[in-house]
């Protein structure tokens, strides 16, 4: 069993900040690439972000020069730090990872989400 469990989510004002933390946690071999999406009501799930096991980065254009993708692979766990938060960046953020698990095929794996609110 692969489990992703997020924290760091909650309400804060346009212009501030919050870090999303996700860890995984189970029986893996590996993790290749670790993310976060983000659900807003009434959209569909978009990227917000993915870092791979080498470092590699990728932002969505809605994000770049706001957020910072991180991740402590002896930890097994990603982070994103939000910054200059909008009220557009009120979603759902779900933590994505892909992982070589030891009794199956690789597979992506997602969190339960946690809530983030931008609002004065």
């Known amino acids: 069993q692969v489990q992703l469990v997020e924290s760091g989510g909650g309400l804060v004002q346009p212009g501030g900040s919050l870090r999303l933390s996700c860890a995984a946690s189970?029986?893996?071999?590996?993790?290749?690439?670790m993310g976060w999406y983000r659900q807003a009501p009434g959209k569909q799930r978009e990227l917000v972000a993915t870092?791979?096991?080498?470092?590699?980065?990728n932002y969505a254009d809605s994000v770049k020069g706001r957020c910072t993708i991180s991740r402590d692979n002896a930890k097994n766990t990603v982070y994103l730090q939000m910054n200059s938060l909008e009220p557009e960046d009120t979603a759902v953020y779900y933590c994505?990872?892909?992982?070589?698990?030891?009794?199956?095929?690789?597979?992506?794996?997602w969190g339960q989400g946690t809530q983030v609110t931008v609002s004065s």
């Open positions: 994505n990872a892909g992982i070589y698990p030891r009794n199956s095929k690789y597979d992506h794996y």
């Open positions: 189970g029986s893996f071999f590996s993790i290749y690439i």
């Open positions: 870092i791979t096991s080498g470092g590699i980065t």
